[in-house]
């Protein structure tokens, strides 16, 4: 049963994806009571798109990356006296459907933090990753976008990533605190075009490879 007193706010960072993200915000709206969208200083319409949707935007003038962009979202949100808080992807990837599992995971104190688990990943170094964090932390899919935390985990850890880790730094370092995880089984459309992200085979296998060398590193 959903509890109504929670105030559930969406986090999107977006970098030139006005092609989905009026579709995103309208999906995502039916899910939560704001939805944040963080442009990381796109040079289309994503933002004016976004905010036709009914988003409150925040516009970097110059690009900061995912990790900042939605650690932009997480402050924003606890202004706006958010309780429940999910990232979700601008590209059109995720399934709304998903997006009200992983919240209903948290509003309904299954879980702090639920961590979507997609069937399949692309690329060998989020393999590797998962294997890492599968053993050491008990989380099988790291470098999922989708995820539901509770305001206590974000305020507990007071950052969501300061190392550049593909935002994993906040979900360890719950983990860390002794905050109760659970991860949800997701479904992964194919987008149309190529991942900002990960466009290149050998450059996304590097970024993810470095990401898991800063969290054996900095997150102790």
């Given amino acids: 049963m959903m509890l109504p007193d929670k105030k559930i706010i969406v986090i999107i960072p977006?970098?030139?994806?006005?092609?989905?993200?009026?579709?995103?915000?309208?999906g995502a709206k039916g899910c939560a009571d704001h939805v944040i969208v963080v442009d990381d200083a796109s040079s289309d319409q994503t933002a004016k798109i976004a905010g036709d949707a009914g988003?409150?935007?925040i516009k970097h003038?110059?690009?900061?990356?995912?990790?900042?962009?939605?650690?932009?979202?997480?402050?924003k949100g606890i202004d706006m006296s958010g309780e429940i808080f999910a990232t979700f992807d601008a590209d059109?990837?995720?399934?709304?459907?998903?997006?009200?599992?992983?919240?209903s995971v948290v509003e309904n104190k299954e879980a702090d933090l639920a961590i979507g688990q997609r069937q399949t990943t692309k690329h060998f170094a989020e393999k590797i990753f998962g294997t890492y964090t599968n053993f050491k932390y008990g989380i099988e899919d790291p470098l999922c976008g989708l995820k539901s935390?509770?305001?206590?985990?974000?305020?507990?850890?007071?950052?969501?990533?300061?190392?550049?880790?593909?935002?994993?730094?906040?979900?360890?370092?719950?983990?860390?605190?002794?905050?109760?995880?659970?991860?949800?089984?997701?479904?992964?459309?194919?987008?149309?075009?190529?991942?900002?992200?990960?466009?290149?085979?050998?450059?996304?296998?590097?970024?993810?490879?470095?990401?898991?060398?800063?969290?054996?590193?900095?997150?102790?």
């Fill in 149 to 220: 935390y509770s305001k206590e985990v974000y305020q507990a850890v007071g950052h969501f990533d300061t190392i550049k880790s593909i935002g994993t730094q906040l979900m360890i370092e719950a983990v860390m605190k002794g905050f109760k995880i659970k991860s949800v089984p997701v479904h992964i459309k194919e987008r149309e075009d190529n991942s900002r992200f990960y466009f290149n085979q050998w450059r996304a296998n590097y970024k993810i490879f470095m990401a898991m060398v800063k969290v054996i590193l900095f997150v102790k």
């Fill in 55 to 57: 988003a409150f935007v």
């Fill in 92 to 103: 059109g990837q995720h399934k709304f459907e998903d997006l009200k599992k992983i919240i």
């Fill in 14 to 26: 977006a970098l030139n994806e006005q092609k989905t993200i009026g579709e995103v915000v309208r």
């Fill in 61 to 75: 003038t110059e690009n900061r990356g995912y990790d900042a962009s939605i650690d932009d979202g997480f402050k």
